[in-house]
């Protein structure tokens, strides 16, 4: 950049930095954009702020390309190209290097802002700058309070102007009102912050709704729909920004995790009521709108794709929008291009309100290229005027309205007593129609009564026609009805003729039939009564024959009848024979039966009572026997006994012997010893003595050894034979007692079985007298039963003749009566046949009669014929002739209803004039 541009971007930003209570450099040399309003345009303020290398960009060692002096209020930007190094130096109403603290910017660019907002002024601020350069950290900062209710050294100039207001107001105790709203532009779409979600859970799940920007027709621009919240603590609207930040749309994209693609547009209302010394109210109306815009970064090099394209695309149409408005309004342009923000903040740009722009930039040589733009951006924006507009103007407004109302009233007045007049004149006018009205309503009933009898005249002429055709018609059909009997009758006439020569002819031919027929009849007759002379011969000759076999019948029958009684007689002979046949049987049956039983009895008995005996015997045998045993046993006992005795004194002695032998052989060892002692002494012949001993000594301790043995021995089989003997007795008191008690035992057995065969005997001989009992009772009822056959019998045999002889009797008169029944028909077929002979001789007298009568009726018949149908039989003469058919002409039913209007004179059409009725 060349030195002289240098000092001329210097020069047109040189401003007095000390105005008391304004803000712009009102002398500035830019061109005013209206020329008439010059007396009220200030220049927008542009304030340059430069964050501090972040710790990235430190441990990177970024280059730096921006230098801050703030007390020149020059930011020079240093640019790298091809290897070259330019330096660009621009001059803003205030810059804030790296090190500067968010209090500082507050107080130096915003607190005059929010003093001139309680006047009664609007603000907007914006942040413009390339995304992650800090425009959000300077709106709304990072955090809000703390804990001792101060703000958050942090906090940006959103919660930092809220403050202020309430302190303010509240030191004022101002009578107040406080509304804001917080909006989002996304895609050239708006969307409210503080709209209420509904019927959704998160947040970020809503599909937002996008307001419509609306003008209201003096060129002021608004967002229809758009909520407006009432506040009235700083906390209710801490909170509000919570939710608001909450909705907005945060994207990722490579470029920077926390890029904001979208504007968003915080805006505070306040009225304030004030009091005049006069009496009068002001009221002061300020508005602030803190605009934090999107990243003004270069979009394509973000590396956003498909929708993101399009959302890029969007924003910078917006953002370019906004650059180009800048750029129109510094130079004066006419035409100023539009986009949703440029309409949002029309009045922000060359409009009424005033405008700060904070543009933020980064020291970093990575964001040189956008830095730079950044610059220029801002540096353009200097120059574009804003028309502020104060609570004066709107008092000025507020007695013009006062006096509008006045003139209003006056107006109202005048209307109103017009009104009146014309009430009245409506009032009459509403008579005269009522008047006019019930004329109109007679006239309507009368042609309506004319209609009607029209209606009802054209009614009755078709009926009239319609008779009359069908009379016409009538007439026609006679006409041809009458022309059709006359030749009919042409034709009878023939007919009868010809019918009559017919008559005549087939009267004669019925006349010869007739003739021929009653000589036939004769000659039948005749033939008939032969034949019943000759029936009624072979029939008295069948009547004949009849009656002999009638006779036959009754000597058969006889002798059956005969022949039956004498076989009954024989029966009953017979059945008398088995019976008494049967009785003896009977009686020596029952009599054998007896014997036997009395033999089996007696028998019995004999065996009974051998029984007893027997069992007499075998319980004495069994006690001498269980006797013998005892014996048998005491016996074994006693001898067993006395072997014990013996054996036990054979032990002691053997002991005793024992005893001795050992003794003695003591004895003998100590004499042996001695001796030998002694034989020593004499003979020194010690070591065979001593052999000899020794030997000794041995053989007696094999003694002593083998007795030992042998007492061992002994006593063992001692106490052997002593446990035996104890077991042999033990077993013998068993065995006694054994025995005693089977004796018992058989004793008591025998005695029962005694008992029972008594028992047994007794009711044998109870069966066999109630058997005998039984059996003369069987013998006496078939006894009985045959005496009673025997006598049944007799009764049925004696019935039997009886019957026999009534049958014979009865079949005597029974055949009489046949023969007479027989004889009658005879005699009646006699009779009979006399009687046909004389119906048949007065039959033929009859037909003869009739032949005759057929003759001369027949001959009357056909005179009477020719009488009827030849002479008498009339026909019209020509004398009187049937009138011939012709045609009627008939109106049609279009002449009759012409007709008819036209004699009415067409009420129809007069009726629906209203002129004709009115009048
Ligand atoms: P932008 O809204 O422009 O995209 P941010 O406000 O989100 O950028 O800032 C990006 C980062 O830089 C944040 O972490 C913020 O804390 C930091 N930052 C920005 N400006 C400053 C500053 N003046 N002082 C300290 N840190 C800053
Ligand atoms: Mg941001």
Not at 198 to 205: A, W
Not at 304 to 318: C, F, Q, V, W
Not at 342 to 348: A, M, P
């Amino acid at each position: 950049m060349d030195s002289s541009k240098k000092n001329q971007q210097k020069r047109r930003s040189s401003a007095p930095s000390s105005m008391p209570r304004t803000l712009w450099s009102i002398d500035s040399p830019t061109r005013d954009l209206q020329s008439s309003n010059n007396r009220n345009a200030v220049n927008v303020q542009v304030v340059l702020r430069c964050r501090p290398l972040n710790e990235d960009e430190i441990k990177a060692r970024t280059h730096l390309v921006v230098s801050c002096d703030e007390l020149k209020r020059e930011v020079t930007a240093t640019q790298y190209m091809a290897y070259k190094q330019t330096e660009r130096t621009f001059v803003f109403d205030k810059v804030f290097g790296p090190a500067s603290q968010q209090q500082e910017l507050y107080d130096n660019v915003v607190a005059p802002v929010v003093n001139e907002v309680l006047e009664g002024y609007s603000w907007t601020i914006f942040a413009y700058g390339q995304t992650g350069t800090g425009k959000t950290y300077t709106m709304e900062g990072e955090g809000r309070k703390e804990k001792n209710g101060k703000l958050h050294e942090n906090a940006g100039v959103i919660p930092r102007a809220v403050q202020q207001i309430f302190n303010v107001l509240e030191s004022e105790r101002a009578d107040y009102s406080m509304k804001v709203t917080f909006l989002e532009l996304y895609n050239e779409e708006i969307t409210d912050l503080l709209a209420v979600d509904k019927g959704l859970n998160s947040l970020y799940d809503e599909p937002k709704r996008s307001l419509l920007l609306m003008e209201d027709g003096k060129g002021a621009v608004f967002v229809r729909g758009l909520e407006e919240e009432m506040v009235s603590t700083a906390d209710e609207i801490y909170a509000i920004l919570d939710r608001g930040s909450a909705k907005k749309h945060t994207a990722e994209t490579f470029l920077n995790k926390q890029s904001n693609r979208s504007h968003s547009m915080f805006s505070i209302t306040i009225q304030i009521k004030q009091h005049k010394s006069d009496g009068s109210e002001l009221i002061k109306c300020g508005k602030l709108n803190l605009v934090d815009l999107a990243g003004s970064e270069n979009i394509l090099r973000s590396g956003a794709r498909d929708e993101r394209a399009r959302e890029a695309g969007e924003i910078n149409k917006s953002l370019l929008t906004l650059g180009r408005v800048i750029n129109a309004l510094a130079e004066n342009s006419v035409h100023v291009p539009e986009s949703k923000l440029t309409r949002l903040l029309r009045d922000s740009l060359g409009g009424k309100t005033k405008t700060c722009i904070i543009a933020t930039v980064s020291p970093s040589v990575l964001s040189q290229e956008e830095t730079l733009s950044t610059l220029d951006y801002a540096f353009r924006a200097k120059s574009i005027k804003n028309r502020p507009e104060q609570l004066m103007e709107l008092q000025e407004l507020y007695m013009y309205q006062q006096q509008l109302t006045v003139d209003l009233k006056d107006k109202l007045e005048s209307t109103r007593r017009e009104l009146m007049k014309t009430r009245e004149s409506l009032f009459n006018l509403e008579g005269q129609y009522r008047q006019a009205k019930d004329v109109n309503k007679d006239k309507e009933v009368m042609i309506f009564n004319i209609l009607s009898s029209g209606k009802a005249l054209t009614e009755r002429a078709l009926e009239l026609r319609s008779d009359l055709e069908s009379a016409a018609s009538d007439v026609s059909a006679l006409f041809a009805r009458i022309e059709h009997k006359n030749d009919l009758e042409e034709r009878n006439r023939h007919h009868i003729q010809k019918f009559h020569s017919q008559l005549a002819h087939q009267l004669e031919e019925l006349d010869k039939v007739v003739s021929a027929s009653a000589t036939r009849q004769e000659q039948n007759w005749e033939a008939i009564q032969e034949n019943a002379q000759s029936l009624l011969t072979s029939k008295a000759a069948a009547m004949e024959e009849l009656l002999k076999q009638i006779h036959n019948l009754k000597d058969l029958y006889t002798s059956s009848v005969k022949r039956l009684d004498d076989s009954a007689e024989e029966l009953y002979q017979n059945s008398e024979l088995a019976f008494s046949g049967l009785r003896s049987e009977l009686s020596a049956h029952s009599s054998c039966i007896m014997d036997l039983i009395m033999k089996s009895s007696s028998d019995a008995d004999t065996i009974s009572n051998g029984l007893k005996i027997n069992l007499n015997n075998l319980g004495s045998r069994i006690e001498s026997f269980i006797q013998q045993q005892h014996e048998n046993h005491t016996r074994t006992y006693q001898t067993s006994k006395s072997i014990s005795e013996s054996l036990l004194s054979f032990f002691k002695t053997l002991r005793i012997y024992i005893s001795n032998l050992t003794f003695t052989e003591e004895d003998f060892q100590t004499i042996t010893s001695q001796k030998l002692r002694a034989l020593t002494k004499t003979f020194e012949i010690q070591t065979a003595v001593d052999d000899i001993l020794e030997s000794a000594c041995e053989r007696t301790e094999k003694l002593n050894q083998e007795i030992s043995d042998v007492q061992t021995i002994t006593a063992d089989a001692e106490e052997k034979w002593t446990n035996y003997i104890e077991r042999t007795e033990g077993n013998y008191g068993e065995n006694s007692a054994a025995i005693e008690a089977g004796k018992g035992n058989l004793g008591e057995g025998l005695q029962l079985c005694i008992t029972k065969s008594s028992e047994v005997a007794e009711q044998r001989r109870v069966a066999e007298e109630s058997l005998l009992d039984l059996l003369k009772e069987n013998v006496d009822s078939v006894v009985s039963f045959i005496e009673n056959g025997t006598e049944e019998n007799e009764k049925i045999h004696a019935r039997f003749s009886s019957i026999a002889s009534s049958v014979f009797e009865e079949t005597d008169e029974a055949r009489k009566k046949l023969v007479l029944s027989v004889e009658y028909p005879v005699r009646q077929d006699h009779e009979s046949l006399d009687k046909i002979n004389v119906l048949s001789a007065r039959c033929l007298d009859n037909m003869k009669e009739t032949n005759n009568i057929h003759s001369e009726k027949v001959d009357e018949i056909s005179r009477t014929a020719r009488k009827s149908l030849v002479d008498d039989y009339l026909v019209d003469g020509s004398s009187c002739l049937s009138p011939k058919k012709r045609n009627f002409n008939l109106p049609s039913k279009e002449c009759i209803e012409n007709f008819i209007d036209r004699s009415m004179g067409d009420p129809l059409h007069a009726s629906s004039s209203p002129d004709a009725v009115a009048q």
